[in-house]
């Protein structure tokens, strides 16, 4: 009997260990940024509210003037992170074409490139420009397994306070994967 | 809002980098597909010389592409020098590759890393590289080997004095 009891608690530790975790949230104390995370297939996923001030603040600091960044800084902007854990394979992900909806309506993001067409037009200055398409979360991206990771900002283009649904999708050798954030929030 | 309550922002925003629950550093040295040989890179560094990757040739180069703005650029730049610290005397060079900065902000910066980083740091101020080397986000590092292909690959930010790093480092080195 105890060595049943044994076993099943190893089997139960085993599935503990490689089970994925449902979505999870948490605020930050400081800043009152909430952040949503999901672990699906051994990738980590997780949404963070980048505050409008703190948008200012940052690309203010790269050469935007306050005009010239508002618009995105009131456009529902996370800061972004996806890190292939253990996924079985290489992943390879167009964060450009993940499907966002709210209210169940399909919804698109601004492409980096129409961002960044939008500021050189306006006359920003090009070390700003710069710094702003890469401090975006890469459009297109491969991760490899045991830890390859991007930390980088996403627009999603929606008013303070909305709420939607995200999917994160990534390919591995032709199968497409999921992870599904719901009922994230735009920073008010 | 007055410019002096943005630059105090801004000083929040890094420090929201630095907060408690930060994205891990990891520490995999992934192999290359394809070893594809190093692309060209010739750029100024510190002291407005020109270095160039292909004078490296019989050497393993770190190549870290970086920004002082982003987070996990920041949080690794001490360990990529005690990397350089461990294998400076084996036949490694580590060049960091600076995108779209001037000298001023790369080196008020420096100032601030722990220890200071002693190895080769290239200004990249129009981001070219970038797609050279088909970076597609910051930080990106690739390790050349001695003939010159790219062997080994870390997208996103590393522990670069980690044990199993510093010994592929080395043992490409000895290959």
């Known amino acids: 009997m105890k060595n049943i009891t044994v076993v099943t608690l190893l089997v139960l530790a085993s599935f503990c260990c490689h089970a994925d975790v449902a979505q999870s949230s948490r605020t930050d104390a400081l800043t009152g940024a909430e952040t949503w995370e999901i672990q699906v297939d051994g990738v980590h996923f997780s949404l963070t509210q980048l505050l409008p001030d703190q948008l200012r603040a940052f ?5 935007f003037t306050l005009e010239q960044i508002e618009l995105y800084a009131a456009s529902c902007v996370y800061m972004t992170v996806l890190r292939n854990d253990r996924a079985p394979g290489v992943i390879r992900t167009v964060s450009s074409r993940w499907p966002i909806s709210v209210n169940n309506r399909p919804h698109e993001l601004i492409p980096v490139e129409q961002w960044v067409e939008r500021f050189s037009a306006a006359g920003v200055k090009k070390s700003a420009v710069i710094a702003f398409r890469w401090a975006q979360f890469p459009p297109e991206q491969e991760y490899r397994p045991g830890g390859d990771w991007n930390q980088g900002m996403l627009s999603v283009g929606l008013p303070a306070g909305s709420r939607f649904d995200i999917i994160a999708t990534w390919d591995i050798a032709g199968n497409e994967y999921r992870a ?6 735009c920073a008010k | 809002m007055h410019y002096a309550g943005v630059v105090a922002l801004f000083m929040c925003f890094v420090g929201l980098g630095q907060a408690a629950e ?3 550093l990891t520490h995999s040295l992934t192999p290359s597909a394809g070893q594809r040989p190093a692309p060209v890179l010739r750029l100024q560094n510190l002291d407005d010389e020109i270095v160039d990757i292909h004078d490296l040739k019989g050497k393993v180069v770190v190549v870290n592409f970086w ?7 920041r949080r690794e730049m001490g360990s990529l020098e005690r990397l350089h610290q461990a294998t400076k005397d084996k036949n490694v060079e580590v060049l960091a590759v600076n995108v779209g900065e001037n000298f001023d902000t790369v080196f008020s910066f420096l100032g601030t890393v722990e220890p200071s980083p002693n190895f080769q740091m290239l200004f990249d ?15 990106t590092t690739y390790v050349v080997g001695p003939d010159g292909r790219i062997a080994y690959e870390a997208v996103g930010g590393r522990e670069f004095d980690h044990p199993e790093i510093v010994k592929k480092v080395i043992e490409l080195a000895d290959d």
Request: charged content about 15%; hydrophobic content about 35%; overall charge neutral.
């Open chain 2, 22 to 24: 930060l994205p891990l």
């Open chain 2, 125 to 139: 101020e129009d981001a070219l590289s970038m797609g050279t080397w088909s970076v597609k986000g910051l930080p």
């Open chain 2, 67 to 73: 920004a002082t703005w982003c987070p996990p650029c």
């Open chain 1, 180 to 185: 599904k954030l719901t009922e994230v929030q």
């Open chain 1, 59 to 63: 690309y203010v600091n790269r050469g």
